[in-house]
């Protein structure tokens, strides 16, 4: 396949002309679909065949998003020769490809699409129904904006690292952190700007942590790390790492750079407790006294 890629400050204009690796591979044509990763819906199948898929507010759609941040007819989805065609139509807020503001482009299996506040997977493959249930899997335990781990993970894995800390006598680390004043940011720019913040905020943590770490998101703007065998000296590093690169990073939202800052709290383990419950309760104590006094700080 050729593309052909333009960008402007504004667009990313995308031009298919042959043959797509992805879609044609000697075996001829294979189905696609879209899986609701992010939104109402969530694991929602939509099939695509040959005909048109048309995306937006109005009912007469083939897949209606009622939002006030979807246009009535705001997407296109489309095949063309071997490939699916994702256009545009002139929406006011714009489609997104894996965070790229797009006019039209060729899906490849796994591209994430945002349209509004809703954000779907693209698969296509010749074994759909192994895929599709493996991506119902992941949704069990990833959060689709920000791709953490989600609050359902984040309980299991709390729960088994304290059986695992009594059963071996081995301490750890619960960070507790939410974004200051995030009603402000969703107030002043909107919430697609806000769900952008969100997902940054998540890549950013995503490369922060060890392998070993389980940062989750366990709220609308609350997240969690859970730090194994790291006392709490060394979970008030990684939390003051995490404030200071957040402080330090540009969050931008269609060419608008939004200031973001982190409050956190910082609890580990010991053998007085007995419920990881209180273990949260005691950072997230610890988060209350860091946005008391003053926020963009840590605590513990």
């Given at each position: 396949m050729e593309d052909e890629r333009t960008t402007n400050p504004n667009k990313t204009v995308v031009t298919v002309i042959t043959k797509s690796p992805t879609l044609d591979?000697?075996?001829?044509?294979?189905?696609?679909?879209?899986?609701?990763?992010?939104?109402?819906?969530?694991?929602?199948?939509?099939?695509?065949?040959?005909?048109?898929?048309?995306?937006?507010?109005?009912?007469?759609?083939?897949v209606q998003l009622d939002q006030e941040s979807v246009s009535r007819n705001h997407a296109r989805i489309q095949r063309h020769r071997n490939n699916y065609v994702i256009a545009d139509l002139g929406s006011t807020n714009g489609t997104y490809v894996n965070d790229e503001l797009v006019d039209e482009v060729v899906l490849r299996d796994g591209d994430q699409?945002?349209?509004?506040?809703?954000?779907?997977?693209?698969?296509?493959?010749?074994n759909m129904e192994a895929q599709y249930h493996e991506e119902i899997y992941r949704l069990m335990t990833v959060d689709g904006l920000t791709e953490l781990h989600n609050k359902r993970y984040f309980?299991?894995?709390?729960?088994?690292?304290?059986?695992r800390s009594v059963r071996y006598g081995r301490s750890f680390t619960l960070v507790l952190f939410d974004?200051?004043?995030?009603?402000?940011?969703?107030?002043?720019?909107?919430?697609?700007?806000?769900?952008?913040?969100?997902?940054?905020?998540?890549?950013?943590?995503?490369?922060?942590?060890?392998?070993?770490?389980?940062?989750?998101?366990?709220?609308g703007e609350e997240f969690s790390v859970i730090l194994p065998e790291i006392s709490r000296e060394g979970g008030m590093n990684l939390a003051e790492k995490l404030r200071a690169s957040i402080e330090a990073a540009v969050f931008k939202f269609e060419g608008t750079e939004i200031p973001v800052t982190i409050s956190l709290g910082v609890a580990e383990w010991d053998s007085a407790l007995t419920d990881p419950q209180d273990l949260v309760k005691r950072a997230d104590e610890f988060l209350y006294e860091a946005k008391r006094t003053g926020r963009n700080r840590v605590c513990g």
């Open positions: 591979g000697g075996e001829g044509p294979r189905e696609g679909c879209l899986v609701v990763i992010y939104g109402d819906d969530l694991g929602r199948r939509v099939p695509l065949g040959s005909e048109p898929c048309i995306l937006g507010r109005s009912s007469k759609c083939d699409l945002k349209v509004g506040r809703t954000i779907f997977k693209f698969i296509v493959s010749g309980n299991e894995a709390l729960e088994r690292e304290s059986s974004i200051d004043h995030f009603k402000k940011i969703n107030d002043t720019f909107g919430h697609l700007a806000g769900d952008s913040v969100l997902r940054q905020l998540g890549a950013l943590v995503r490369n922060r942590v060890r392998r070993d770490d389980v940062p989750c998101r366990t709220g």
